[in-house]
T-cell receptor, first 112, second 114 residues
Framework: DAKTTQPPSMDCAEGRAANLPCNHS???????VYWYRQIHSQGPQYIIH???NNETNEMASLIITEDRKSSTLILPHATLRDTAVYYC?????????????FGKGITLSVRP | DSGVTQTPKHLITATGQRVTLRCSPR?????VYWYQQSLDQGLQFLIQ???????AKGNILERFSAQQFPDLHSELNLSSLELGDSALYFC?????????????FGAGTRLSVL
């Protein structure tokens, strides 16, 4: 699976959009981009995933660049409860293994 | 609530001991994954089972073993415990396997080895 690069931290004001970037320059054509988050020491929570088109669900939007080398997770109206570590993960078909490879993630702090 | 149930929530034990962590997957999910999260190593994949069979192995120590039972629940057995095994252990489940299968995680078991 391709490696991802995320800045270590960012913050945003409550009620504003949080745009979390991720670089995955070595991604291959059949690899998906996944986002999970972990609030404190709770279990990781699935947010969204995509292959090449932009995706939106009730939690967030995922914008993938045309060359697929980077993506942005958008939380449209961040709340204090969105403070968490966000993981960008690239996931493909590697034989029988469909594991998630977590990096260090980006710590998002939402301030009042 | 992800639908994945892990027990116990907390476990405190001594070095050299053996413990068993249990995971009940979401209803209908055939794949179960185990992950370990320690302060120095982050979240790491240990092992995956699919419909009772081991499907993939990650950085799982030889002292650790797992199995998935006919009712699809899974157990992770940790033996000859060392201080460094203190960590959060998460179980996840998905319907089948492959990169389009979303993994849903349980709340974890916090293991403290004293």
């Amino acid at each position: 699976d391709a490696k991802t690069t995320q800045p270590p931290s960012m913050d945003c004001a409550e009620g504003r959009a949080a745009n979390l970037p991720c670089n995955h320059s070595t991604i291959s054509g059949n690899e998906y981009v996944y986002w999970y988050r972990q609030i404190h020491s709770q279990g990781p929570q699935y947010i969204i995933h995509g292959l090449k088109n932009n995706e939106t669900n009730e939690m967030a939007s995922l914008i993938i660049t045309e060359d697929r080398k980077s993506s942005t997770l958008i939380l449209p109206h961040a709340t204090l409860r969105d403070t968490a570590v966000y993981y960008c993960i690239v996931r493909g078909y590697t034989g029988a293994n469909s594991k998630l490879t977590f990096g260090k993630g980006i710590t998002l702090s939402v301030r009042p | 609530d992800s639908g994945v149930t892990q027990t116990p929530k907390h476990l405190i034990t001594a070095t050299g001991q053996r413990v068993t962590l249990r995971c009940s997957p979401r209803s209908g999910d055939l794949s179960v994954y185990w992950y370990q999260q320690s302060l120095d190593q982050g979240l790491q994949f240990l092992i995956q089972y699919y419909n009772g069979e081991e499907r993939a192995k990650g950085n799982i120590l030889e002292r650790f073993s797992a199995q998935q039972f006919p009712d699809l629940h899974s157990e992770l057995n940790l033996s000859s415990l060392e201080l460094g095994d203190s960590a959060l252990y998460f179980c996840a489940s998905s319907p089948t396997w492959g990169p389009t299968n979303i993994q849903y995680f349980g709340a974890g078991t916090r293991l403290s080895v004293l």
